[in-house]
């Protein structure tokens, strides 16, 4: 397997050696060849990438930007990576425990277990934290079960990552009908995917077009609701960014929704639904209506693999997140056509931030 990443490069976080540029790179370029290898983590200035069972830290950090192992649980054992623009933060592991990055020049990262307070919520509650993801406002939200016979899964919001370490009461606390198997954040809102296939949004009320739906006073912002476009359809994977989200459904069909940033109307992407028209989401359309098995989604970009193994990429390009060669927005879907393909096929899509990766298969043919 090999990874190829482009766009904003300025903290080394899509390079391998101290000998590489900080110049953005502006054309898919490989940064990994692995037999077992995952992206887990990709921020607006670091990345995390599992090689053969060892998770590497590529980009900023307190102590430096060099590339290091970042010392903890077993990578299988954890279930997700977060963090905001200023790194790595935490992960949640598969038994629902929480580790906090801590970072030293002396030695490598770490990821260590936190233990909340007596006054904390998980504690009072014996809760066990299932997802957490943090919005680039800051408001952060985890998903929690309970250790019942029958448990009770919920969602609780923070007004930041701090709060929720200094054991401060959650602003909200929402049950959940079902359990989540998803849970992002956007510019000013979460994303979850139920594990019945639903999407529920909810968050700040200012920028509705995030929401993927009207709020109203039955169905307000700040409480998680359906997204009745897509209701009857049911989703198999949810990705979120900037102010951009899109939904793959099981039968291969990709819906997205949002914009690319509030204020820049003359930036729109043409997949996108217009809430003028009346439109929260809209059914993508490449090549006639062509298969889609991955997307990706960054701030203010789409990366897109179709089920022919093709890669097509729209949407914000400044700092060559789009992998064409050159820096610009680009309002309409554009192929990426690179080496790989004359001896590899594209498996998997996946964006953050200012950045996009591939990962291909030498081992498949397009």
């Not at 590489?20 to 077992?36: A, E, H, M, V």
């Not at 998770?55 to 290091?68: C, I, K, M, P, Y």
């Not at 629902?96 to 998980?122: A, L, M, R, T």
């Not at 990429?313 to 820096?327: A, K, M, Y």
């Amino acid at each position: 397997m090999e990874v190829y990443a482009t766009g904003f490069n300025a903290h080394y976080q899509l390079c391998v050696s101290d000998e590489d540029p900080t110049n953005d790179i502006t054309k898919f370029s490989k940064l990994y060849r692995s037999p077992n290898i995952a992206v887990r983590c990709v921020l607006w200035s670091s990345t995390v990438i599992e090689v053969n069972g060892t998770l590497a830290h590529h980009g900023f950090r307190h102590s430096g930007t060099d590339q290091v192992r970042i010392d903890g649980p077993s990578p299988s054992e954890i279930k997700a990576i977060l963090g905001d623009t200023s790194g790595v933060l935490g992960a949640v592991t598969n038994d629902g425990s929480f580790y906090v990055f801590h970072d030293s020049v002396s030695q490598n990262p770490e990821f260590k277990k936190h233990d909340f307070s007596p006054e904390s919520i998980v504690t009072q509650q014996n809760l066990l934290i299932s997802h957490l993801a943090i919005a680039s406002n800051d408001q952060l939200c985890i998903c929690t079960r309970t250790t019942s016979h029958t448990p009770i899964h919920a969602l609780h919001t923070f007004p930041s990552f701090h709060s929720l370490l200094s054991s401060s009461p959650p602003t909200s606390t929402h049950p959940l009908p079902s359990p989540l198997t998803t849970l992002l954040a956007s510019a000013t809102a979460f994303t979850a995917l139920t594990a019945t296939g639903d999407v529920l949004t909810f968050g700040s009320p200012l920028h509705p077009q995030v929401l993927a739906r009207t709020p109203t006073p039955a169905l307000p912002a700040e409480v998680p609701c359906l997204v009745d476009s897509l209701g009857g359809i049911r989703i198999r994977k949810i990705v979120c960014g900037g102010w951009l989200g899109a939904a793959l459904s099981v039968d291969s069909d990709l819906y997205v929704w949002g914009s690319c940033m509030p204020g820049r109307s003359e930036q729109r992407i043409g997949a996108l639904a217009s809430m003028e028209d009346g439109e929260d989401v809209k059914l993508v359309d490449i090549k006639g209506g062509v298969d889609v098995v991955d997307v990706g989604i960054g701030d203010g970009h789409v990366v897109v693999l179709t089920a022919e193994g093709e890669v097509w990429v729209c949407g914000e390009g400044g700092e060559g997140q789009l992998g064409l060669g050159r820096r610009g927005f680009e309002e309409d879907w554009i192929r990426i056509e690179n080496v790989w393909e004359r001896s590899g096929r594209a498996v998997a899509v996946g964006a953050g931030g200012w950045g996009s990766w591939i990962i291909v298969d030498r081992n498949l043919e397009k």
